[in-house]
C-alpha cells in the first residue's frame, strides 16, 4: 500500500484506539491465519498504574491514559501534529494554528 493510501485508509477509521487492530485485519480482508505467524501476547493495559501501548510489538510505556492515545494516535495511526501545549493530536500540520487559536485549553487557561 502507498503511504498516502495508508494515511487515507487509517483516516477513515472512527472508532478506538484499542480496536484499530482489529479493525484494519478486516478492512484490509487480511486472512485470519497471518495474524498467527507473529506471536502476538497482548500486554495487560495496565501495570504499576503505568499504561502501556497496546500496538503490535510496541512496548511503549505512559504515566497516563492521555499519553498513551496521543502516542497511539500518532505513531500507530499516522496522525501527524500534536500541540505542544495541550497534547491534542491534530490530523495535520495545517491545522496546528487554527486549533492554537480557537481550541487550544491550554492557551485559553492562559488568557
Ligand atoms: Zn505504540
Ligand atoms: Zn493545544
Known amino acids: ?9 487509517v483516516q477513515s477509521y472512527v472508532g478506538r484506539p484499542e ?3 482489529t479493525w484494519a485485519w478486516k478492512k484490509l480482508k487480511i486472512p485470519e491465519e497471518m495474524l498467527y505467524i507473529a506471536p502476538y501476547e497482548p ?5 504499576n498504574g503505568d499504561f502501556l501501548c497496546t500496538y503490535h510489538g510496541c512496548f511503549n510505556v505512559y504515566k497516563n491514559k492521555q499519553g498513551r492515545e496521543n502516542h497511539f494516535n500518532v505513531a500507530h495511526l499516522g496522525f501527524r501534529a500534536q500541540c505542544p501545549d495541550c497534547n491534542t493530536v491534530l490530523m495535520n500540520q495545517s ?6 487559536r480557537d481550541n ?3 492557551r485559553k487557561k492562559a488568557q
Open 1 to 9: 500500500m502507498a503511504p498516502e493510501e495508508w494515511g487515507r485508509f
Open 104 to 106: 487550544c485549553t491550554m
Open 19 to 21: 480496536d484499530f487492530e
Open 43 to 47: 500486554p495487560p493495559r495496565q501495570v
Open 95 to 100: 491545522s496546528l494554528p487554527r486549533h492554537k
